[in-house]
């Protein structure tokens, strides 16, 4: 299964299949992506799900966004955070339409916020030897 083995850091899955998700009792399908946050280095957390709609070009930005979220970063504006010297590590809007925000239009689409950016940096200082190494081998040709 995706995301169990130890010979990828992440897995990107794209489908043109409609996504779903059951978001308090009710099927929506207004989900362009799923990936866990902080899954970057746990064992069922290294996915990444995105739409690709046709024609909308909107791949990259959702991969971006999904890859984000496996890196530690949530939505802007989800909540707020506390970081090790106590200010917050989300205190940004969605309405800021940063990649981040939980909607992909915006007048910031294409660049994280600074909430994001503290966000992933803090996730990252965290992160363990045995996920910092690199172990797969180059491919010789």
Same mark, same amino acid.
């Given at each position: 299964?995706?995301?169990?083995? +130890?010979?990828?850091?992440?897995? &990107?899955?794209?489908?043109?299949?409609?996504?779903?998700? +059951?978001?308090?009792?009710?099927?929506?399908?207004?989900?362009?992506?799923?990936?866990?946050?902080?899954?970057?280095?746990?064992?069922?957390?290294? &996915?990444?799900?995105?739409?690709?709609?046709?024609?909308?070009?909107?791949?990259?930005?959702?991969?971006?966004?999904?890859?984000?979220?496996?890196?530690?970063?949530?939505?802007?504006?989800?909540?707020?955070?506390?970081?090790?010297?106590?200010?917050?590590?989300?205190?940004?809007?969605?309405?800021?339409?940063?990649?981040?925000?939980?909607?992909?239009?915006?007048?910031?689409?294409?660049?994280?916020?600074?909430?994001?950016?503290?966000?992933?940096?803090?996730?990252?200082?965290?992160?363990?030897?045995?996920?910092?190494?690199?172990?797969?081998?180059?491919?010789?040709?």
């Amino acid at each position: 299964m995706y995301g169990h083995s +130890k010979e990828q850091d992440i897995t &990107v899955l794209v489908t043109a299949l409609d996504l779903a998700d +059951k978001i308090y009792g009710q099927i929506l399908n207004t989900v362009m992506g799923m990936a866990e946050v902080g899954g970057l280095c746990s064992e069922k957390g290294r &996915v990444a799900v995105v739409e690709d709609v046709p024609h909308t070009y909107s791949m990259t930005q959702l991969i971006t966004h999904g890859l984000a979220h496996t890196l530690g970063a949530t939505h802007d504006g989800d909540y707020t955070e506390l970081g090790p010297d106590g200010t917050p590590l989300n205190n940004c809007s969605k309405n800021d339409g940063h990649t981040m925000a939980p909607y992909t239009l915006g007048s910031n689409r294409g660049h994280f916020s600074n909430c994001s950016i503290r966000q992933i940096r803090e996730f990252v200082s965290k992160l363990g030897e045995d996920c910092r190494k690199v172990t797969s081998q180059k491919t010789k040709p």
